[in-house]
């Protein structure tokens, strides 16, 4: 028995047929009900209600003997389904289309058959009600109607199921979500409150339990602002009147509430007026606890605070020692040296080798406390930043360095240099520290520098390469650590502050200094970075 429907027509067909949610369920009262009124009706002994899919019609109503479903292609429903009205056979024996139905070739031997479309609430024809006879007959023009009548009033059931059915998920649906919402309120972290106008809690969320300690009984018609404190408490009034006057925004607040066991508990807050939604009626509130938070701030404030005060006595300590070491220092070394010119070989050879050894230890003294009050004055003052040709800056740094050039013929390279906002004299010292290492440094071969510079992520990156000994890697960071040295100073003479000094500038710049290098004999190639656009300059330090 062959369709007429399209292919595509058909596509829709079934999903309207899978949409009623009908095939394979019970028997129903509302159905069986038509399907024996259609048999008292028309006085035949078999009627039936039936949902056709892909392959099958299925009866989910029928009225006498047979079978509960028939393969689509056997179905007289088939040929119904593909019409615009009722479709009637008098005699089945004869028509080449239901011939071989089962009802008609066995029992009960039927002959006439009638049937009516039946559509979903879309319009689609999704089933059929038909009724048989074991008897030839015709259908007059008012049984015709009848059968259209209860045709649609199984359409009528077929809709209202529908829409039932839909209803019942549509509220399974909100009873999941709600569950869902209270689940996720109920376990969150945060307390969830819903506020009257006056602040009285009507909603809180069992977080309020964990966070504070109140059962949710004990806060029955109490209002929010008895539990903040005092000290609080006008800020929270504010912001609280102000998310009233704004409906729809969000206002923010933090405060210290009091918990059941009488300590005290920070919270942040977020209030929405929601008083006008007719489903919320009143103003949310998201606190969150950040107690041990603000406690790990303040330890932290505390301890930065307290090491910044360290370092700024250890600095003015360094500063004031260093300044009133010199001038003492200064005549010890003048008359050392005075006393090695005029009495030198008037005593033994080993008078002289302890004079010499007092001259030395007052010249190494000297260097190294001018060049600790150097360090200390790296972290004073106010850093003064100003257009800075980094040009001039490395022309000045190497004519301080001219001697060592000279004595070393030393080689030193540059790129183009930029104009950057910076303290001329700071980095000046920088370079010269940075290049004087690199001659210092130096193996057999006569030292060669090359200074170059990048623009990266904000910043100017400055770097030396050099040709020396190289450094091995595991003392990267040892190296600009004050007074750390990895030579003798019989190898290679210094205080073993050069680079600390040049951490300390480059880091009061807002920058940051790193070296490279493959190990022993590989050279070495110092960084430093410099803000493109200047920080803020650093306050000078108390005392200064």
Known sequence: MALTLSSAAETQRLVAVRALSLLDTPPEERFDGITRLAARAFNVPWA?????????????????????????????????????????????????????HPLVVGDPHLRFFAGHPVAAADGHKVGALTIADTKVRELTPAAVQTLRNLAEWVEREFNLLQVQTELKW??????????????????????????????????????????????????????????????????VLTVFNEAIRQAGTTQAVEFRCRHRDGSWRTLQAWLKNLLQDRVVEGVIVNLRDVTQLKEAEEKAKKTADDLARSNQELEQFAYAASHDLQEPLRKIASYTQLLQQRYKGKFDAEADKFIGYIVDGAYRMQALIRDLLMYSRAGRGELTLEPTDMEAVLAQALSNLETAIQTNQATITHDPLPMIMASPSQLTQVLQNLVGNAIKYHGDVPPKVHVSVAQKSGFWQFATKDNGIGIDPQYINRVFIIFQRLHTKKEYPGTGIGLAICKKMVERHGGQIWLESEGEGQGTTFKFTIPVEPMTAAAPAPGS
Not at 181 to 205: H, P, T
Not at 210 to 216: D, M, N, T
Not at 224 to 231: D, G, M, Q, T, W
Request: no cysteine; glycine share 6%; proline share 4%.
């Open 48 to 100: 039936a209600i039936s949902i056709v899919d892909a392959s099958r019609a299925w009866y989910k109503s029928r009225y006498g003997t047979g079978p509960s479903e028939l393969p689509r292609t056997a179905a007289f429903d088939n040929q119904v389904i593909a019409s615009n009205g009722p479709v009637t056979l008098a005699d089945a024996s004869r028509d080449p289309n239901v011939k071989d």
């Open 170 to 235: 549509a509220k399974e649906t909100q009873r999941r979500g709600e569950e869902h919402f209270r689940l996720l309120i109920e376990n969150a972290q945060e307390i969830v409150l819903v506020l009257e106008a006056d602040g009285v809690m009507r909603y809180k969320s069992l977080s309020i339990e964990r966070v504070l300690g109140y059962k949710i009984h004990d806060l029955l018609r109490k209002s929010l602002f008895e539990y903040v404190s005092a000290y609080d408490l006008p800020r």
